[in-house]
């Protein structure tokens, strides 16, 4: 009787976050055989929550954007039912001169807005009448947007946003990595403006729109856990990769990782490898078999994040919290980034008689702030909160929650380094990396990516051309 086929070698999914979590569970769907390794206790990262006292507080996103990947992969998890939707027409506000003002989201409400000086509304009302080309090299966001629209704009929107989105800072944040659309725009149009209102016609007539935000009863970290649940003994906790090879030639599986678990080493081989990491730890693994993507991935800057989630009593509170919370120019003198209003946002996020915040500090703009004792970190945004938002007393329940490496920085020559990952990993065949500082930090951004790298890798399964 001729030898039974022998059983291939498993993908190997390193890091249990949302990237990684989302590349192993799309690998299942397909019936690829996957494992993955998580160096914790738990799945999701910098992703969880907690539930005391009628509060649930979330760690990491408060919310996600409900795109087309995203909405895929709720629904194969079997969380479309514990879905729940913010109001898509929240307002959203930007501190000025001490006081909530909304923040303008359309180009009418720009040339209406306080928080723009006479001079800057003129250079947008007349940005569709000029041509301009962006400089050859990168361009910081800061300065394309003095160039094009002028000061007012960048202190009092752009910075904000660029806070809340990447606790940025946008004096260093690469255009073109961080906003490549808007790059495109000038270059194809010569104009921002007109891009934009041609990309809105585009979306108006295909049906599409702005995706809106969600979350579940149970938080974000519900739908990783959902997930994990699928691929139950497929993951492996408190597990340590020590070291990651190539087999060259690659005879029966393309990688060898030691393992460590438990006190123990084993060895194991893996038809291919997808590194879902944050930067530092993915460049440590690469060093042996990609020294050029090891050093981009290196060169990649994380910011520290800390988030102070709050619970107060209704009565306590005088501002009606009606929106979605606001940011905080720098020039405003305040520590904190910008607010979230949870409890207004999403039910269940409170006790009746009560509301919930979560407020951010720290980011590129203030490192110092993560040097601060807990408590005095804690007692600054109470500070800062009481007086944004009118509130007596102190909180009922109080949270924080460090991340020294929260978020990836897309500063200067950023996409010189993704394409040098890029480029060092199409040399080594099975060799994929997935994460939040390759197409964007949001969720929805790390499952598209995720999604694609089980799709190259079911694609290499079946003997097809793969691009990368």
Aim: hydrophobic share 45%; with cysteine; charged share 20%.
């Amino acid at each position: 009787m001729p030898d039974s086929p022998a059983t291939p070698a498993p993908v190997v999914v390193i890091g249990g976050g949302i990237s990684g979590l989302a590349c192993a569970f799309r690998l299942q769907q397909h019936g690829i055989p996957a494992l993955l390794f998580e160096k914790s206790d738990r799945v999701g990262g910098v992703i969880s929550a907690e539930q005391k006292d009628g509060f649930l507080f979330e760690f990491g996103p408060q919310g996600v954007l409900l795109t087309a990947p995203v909405a895929e992969l709720v629904e194969a998890a079997g969380m479309t039912g514990e879905m729940i939707r913010a109001n898509p027409h929240a307002t959203r506000f930007i501190l000025h001169r001490g006081k909530l003002v909304p923040a303008p989201m359309s180009p009418l409400a720009l040339l209406r807005s306080p928080l723009l000086d006479a001079r800057t509304k003129w250079r947008l009302a007349t940005e569709p009448l000029r041509r301009t080309h962006p400089p050859e090299g990168d361009e910081s966001v800061a300065a394309f947007v003095r160039r094009k629209f002028g000061t007012s704009l960048l202190e009092n929107i752009v910075a904000p946003f660029v806070s809340g989105v990447y606790a940025g800072d946008p004096e260093l944040l690469s255009l073109r990595a961080a906003f490549p659309q808007v790059h495109e725009w000038e270059c194809e149009n010569g104009s921002v403006l007109r891009g934009a209102i041609r990309q809105m016609r585009k979306k108006s007539g295909d049906g599409s729109g702005r995706p809106g935000l969600m979350s579940f009863r149970g938080g974000v970290t519900s739908l990783l856990e959902a997930l994990a649940a699928r691929l139950g003994d497929k993951i492996q906790y408190a597990a340590s990769i020590i070291s990651l090879s190539r087999n060259d030639p690659p005879v029966g599986a393309a990688f060898t990782l030691q393992v460590e678990r438990g006190g123990a080493t084993e060895t194991l081989l893996a038809s291919a490898a997808v590194i879902a990491t944050e930067p530092d730890a993915a460049a440590l693994l690469a060093v042996p078999i990609a020294p050029q993507a090891a050093a981009a991935l290196q060169a990649i800057h994380m910011a520290p994040v800390t988030m102070v989630t709050a619970g107060y009593r209704r009565e306590d509170v005088a501002n009606s919290l009606e929106g979605f919370g606001f940011l905080v120019p720098r020039k405003e003198g305040l520590r904190t980034l910008g607010t979230i209003w949870n409890s207004s946002l999403f039910p269940g996020r409170a006790p009746a008689g009560h509301v919930s915040m979560t407020s951010f500090v720290g980011g590129a703009t203030d490192p110092e702030i993560a040097t601060w004792p807990d408590d005095k970190v804690a007692a600054t945004v109470h500070a800062e909160m009481a007086r944004v938002s009118q509130i007596r007393g102190t909180p009922v329940l109080q949270r924080l929650r460090r991340y020294d490496r929260a978020l990836p920085q897309y500063n200067l020559g950023h996409s010189g380094r993704i394409a040098a990952i890029e480029q060092a990993c199409r040399a080594i065949p099975g060799l994929f990396i997935a994460g939040n500082y390759l197409d964007g930090p949001s969720f929805g951004a790390c499952i598209e990516r995720a999604f694609a790298v089980a799709g190259r890798i079911e694609k290499a399964a079946s003997g097809a051309p793969t691009r990368t």
